[in-house]
């Protein structure tokens, strides 16, 4: 296979400086990669010259409901991708945590891209803050794409999920995409990215794949573009540290290797649910990959006096995993994705063994040892068997809580104290996660108190969640991933906040109405727009942001407070008792019920026949300014705020909703949510 380039519009195939990649489980070559003609200001010019503004032409929904399609297509070559992945050394299940894994993170963004972000161009960040008395000029924090790029240097062990999970954020803010992927398996990503791009989903210039080097592309990038990078802390340290990237103020995200740890609780006793829990996600994680993720635990901190337990327990299971060939079905571990990276990890076996015995395993491996592998030869393949140590002394002890070997391999460690095992958690320098197996809230606790700020996930798992849990190494793409210190510092997925980091955040301040303008949000005090037609008889479609109805007086009697008091049970003295009422600093009287004003708020203004609106779903921002007394008058103004979450049949509505008394102050607000037909 040859593994080309895509750059503005054209594949690039590789050349006569094309070097050779090899099957991790037989050192025969699969594929080929290189070419020096990488013309880096072709490639940036598309990128911002056609597909930024290509993309930006569309809103989040529109982006949205393409990236969904490409996930969609996607899922008809799982197997074929699969295939072509067991030679990278991985297993089926392997595979699917990259492929099942990245396609199923598209369709999350694109499902929570339709459900929290508007049908726009712009995201609004937060409330709108009153920056002046009377409310003429406000402000609003606002979010737009960035007219770069976003340059992606992925990881080996996952070229396809790395790849994915940072390209659908970037292509829903609107930036384009310039995939570089890790040699070692770039064909891998090439075979998936070839089917994005074919697929022509997205309008030209949307996607870019440099396969090789990236020639003097860092030193043309500026501060509108992006580099989102997954690798070693050393490759990062010399990427990051080129000086026209940090002269040209370009955002540089890592997210680097680190030593992940996994913490038994205190309370946990040998042989209870929860000691399982531990030796299964120990087990899983140094297995999986053949311990070939960022996110894998390689130390396990245990009570002091039950270490013998956790080796014992799991020694037993890591005997047990069958390595081999990864396309036999029974095979629990593949190969690591090279013969070099194996001699890597048993360079760093021969370092660590100054202070950490073996307990599992070969430990460091001499040039051309071999040992049984299923179906294959280890000679040829990158195998090793799964190996672990036991560190007696982790507090004095210095290369195993700094020197990470990339492969299956982990450490047990003992402490005494749970200030004991925070310690040694932060001994790693920053991590992108730490588990903790525990049922003792008090543990937990604690943990988050001295060491939640080292890392960037904390994963808490027991018997009560364990059903469920995820796995200590399975980033979500709900959640935030990363971590501080060795770990780069950078963060990637978190929902809505991956969007964010392609995009610059402002402050705009102005009127009401030029902010209603620019964000297409209605902003109290601005200008409203009055209907003859009532509004509940418009469609999704024909609905205008500040178009406004209004309705009442309805007198508020003593008898509806009491009415509503009894048909609900709500009997709070400060509607019954005026004597209690008048104690009360917030009240000069009985006064209404806050849910009473709403429903007659409700009663004013529902149109009740049949109609474009479907259903009341909601409302928001809820709040009561003043009270109501028997003799009041209520009016309400119900506003269109916002129009957002559409489909071919239906989109959600945001009214702004405002309840004045006969004197014109207002005594409630609140954003009801409706379900209204397209057209």
């Given at each position: 296979m040859d593994v080309s380039s895509?750059?503005?519009?054209?594949?690039?195939?590789?050349?006569?400086?094309?070097?050779?990649?090899?099957?991790?489980?037989?050192?025969?070559?699969?594929?080929?990669?290189g070419c020096q003609s990488l013309n880096s200001q072709s490639l940036l010019n598309y990128a911002k010259n056609q597909g930024g503004p290509a993309l930006r032409e569309l809103t989040f929904h529109q982006r949205a409901s393409r990236l969904k399609a490409l996930a969609t297509k996607l899922l008809e070559y799982k197997e074929a991708l699969t295939m072509l992945s067991f030679h990278t050394g991985s297993t089926r299940a392997d595979s699917k945590i990259d492929i099942d894994g990245g396609i199923g993170t598209a369709f999350?963004?694109?499902?929570?891209?339709?459900?929290?972000?508007?049908?726009?161009?712009?995201?609004?960040?937060?409330?709108?803050e009153q920056l002046s008395r009377n409310g003429s000029f406000v402000g609003q924090h606002i979010y737009t794409p960035k007219p770069g790029v976003s340059l992606q240097i992925n990881a080996y062990n996952f070229p396809v999920w790395g790849m994915l999970e940072k390209l659908a954020p970037s292509l829903l803010a609107g930036v384009p995409v310039i995939v570089k992927p890790a040699t070692v398996t770039s064909y891998v990503a090439y075979a998936c990215f070839k089917i994005m791009v074919e697929s022509e989903i997205f309008p030209p210039g949307s996607m870019q794949f440099i396969?090789?080097?990236?020639?003097?592309?860092?030193?043309?990038?500026?501060?509108?573009?992006?580099?989102?990078?997954?690798?070693?802390?050393?490759?990062?340290?010399?990427?990051?540290?080129?000086?026209?990237?940090?002269?040209?103020?370009?955002?540089?995200?890592?997210?680097?290797?680190?030593?992940?740890?996994?913490?038994?609780?205190?309370?946990?006793?040998?042989?209870?649910?929860?000691?399982?829990?531990?030796?299964?996600?120990?087990?899983?994680?140094?297995?999986?990959?053949?311990?070939?993720?960022?996110?894998?635990?390689?130390?396990?901190?245990?009570?002091?006096?039950?270490?013998?337990d956790v080796i014992d327990a799991v020694s037993a299971k890591l005997r047990d995993i069958k390595v081999g060939d990864p396309t036999l079905s029974d095979t629990d571990m593949g190969a690591l994705v090279s013969l070099e990276q194996r001699a890597d990890v048993q360079q760093k076996l021969q370092a660590l063994s100054s202070e950490c015995a073996t307990v599992v395993g070969h430990g460091a491996l001499n040039v051309g040892d071999t040992f049984e592998v299923s179906g294959a030869d280890s000679a040829k393949g990158a195998f090793m068997p799964p190996t672990l140590l036991h560190c007696a002394n982790p507090t004095d002890a210095s290369l195993v809580h700094s020197m990470e070997a990339f492969g299956p391999v982990a450490t047990v460690m003992p402490y005494s104290s749970v200030l004991?095992?925070?310690?040694?958690?932060?001994?790693?320098?920053?991590?992108?996660?730490?588990?903790?197996?525990?049922?003792?809230?008090?543990?937990?606790?604690?943990?988050?108190?001295?060491?939640?700020?080292?890392?960037?996930?904390?994963?808490?798992?027991?018997?009560?969640?364990?059903?469920?849990?995820?796995?200590?190494?399975?980033?979500?793409?709900?959640?935030?991933?990363?971590?501080?210190?060795?770990?780069?510092?950078?963060?990637?997925?978190?929902?809505?906040?991956?969007?964010?980091?392609?995009?610059?955040?402002?402050?705009?301040?102005?009127?009401?109405?030029?902010?209603?303008?620019?964000?297409?949000?209605?902003?109290?005090?601005?200008?409203?727009?009055?209907t003859d037609t009532h509004p509940f008889r418009k469609t999704f479609h024909d609905l205008q942001i500040g178009e406004t109805i209004s309705a009442g007086p309805r007198v508020i009697s003593l008898e509806d407070i009491e009415h509503f008091?009894?048909?609900?049970?709500?009997?709070?003295?400060?509607?019954?008792?005026?004597?209690?009422?008048?104690?009360?600093?917030?009240?000069?009287?009985?006064?209404?019920?806050?849910?009473?004003?709403?429903?007659?708020?409700?009663?004013?203004?529902?149109?009740?026949?049949?109609?474009?609106?479907?259903?009341?779903?909601?409302?928001?921002?809820?709040?009561?300014?003043?009270p109501v007394l028997s003799g009041d008058s209520l009016l309400v103004s119900l506003t269109v705020k916002r129009k957002t979450r559409r489909n071919?049949?239906?989109?959600?509505?945001?009214?702004?909703?405002?309840?004045?008394?006969?004197?014109?102050?207002?005594?409630?607000?609140?954003?009801?949510?409706?379900?209204?037909?397209?057209?």
């Open positions: 895509y750059i503005a519009g054209q594949w690039v195939a590789p050349d006569d400086t094309a070097r050779p990649i090899v099957s991790a489980v037989t050192s025969d070559v699969v594929a080929q990669i999350v963004f694109a499902s929570k891209a339709k459900r929290e972000l508007p049908d726009a161009h712009v995201l609004c960040d937060g409330d709108v396969a090789g080097s990236t020639g003097n592309l860092l030193d043309q990038l500026d501060f509108q573009d992006t580099v989102s990078f997954t690798g070693s802390a050393a490759t990062a340290k010399l990427l990051q540290s080129n000086p026209l990237i940090l002269a040209n103020g370009v955002n540089f995200s890592a997210e680097q290797d680190s030593l992940n740890a996994s913490v038994l609780g205190i309370d946990v006793r040998a042989g209870s649910e929860d000691f399982d829990i531990l030796v299964a996600e120990v087990v899983r994680e140094m297995s999986a990959k053949a311990g070939q993720k960022c996110t894998a635990i390689r130390r396990i901190i245990a009570p002091e006096q039950v270490v013998p004991e095992a925070c310690t040694l958690l932060n001994k790693g320098g920053g991590s992108l996660v730490a588990s903790v197996i525990t049922s003792d809230a008090n543990v937990a606790q604690n943990i988050v108190a001295h060491s939640a700020a080292f890392h960037g996930r904390l994963y808490f798992n027991n018997m009560q969640s364990a059903k469920e849990a995820t796995g200590h190494g399975s980033p979500l793409p709900h959640m935030t991933h990363g971590g501080p210190g060795r770990a780069g510092g950078g963060e990637e997925l978190g929902g809505v906040r991956a969007v964010k980091h392609y995009m610059q955040r402002t402050s705009v301040q102005a009127s009401p109405d030029l902010l209603t303008g620019i964000t297409g949000i209605y902003v109290p005090g601005a200008t409203k727009t009055k008091a009894h048909f609900t049970g709500d009997t709070f003295y400060a509607h019954m008792d005026a004597d209690a009422a008048k104690a009360n600093p917030f009240f000069p009287d009985r006064v209404a019920h806050g849910y009473l004003l709403l429903s007659f708020a409700a009663g004013l203004f529902v149109d009740p026949d049949p109609g474009p609106v479907l259903a009341n779903t909601g409302l928001n921002s809820l709040s009561f300014q003043k071919d049949e239906y989109g959600e509505v945001r009214w702004h909703v405002e309840l004045e008394n006969q004197d014109g102050d207002q005594v409630a607000s609140y954003e009801l949510h409706t379900m209204n037909a397209y057209q």
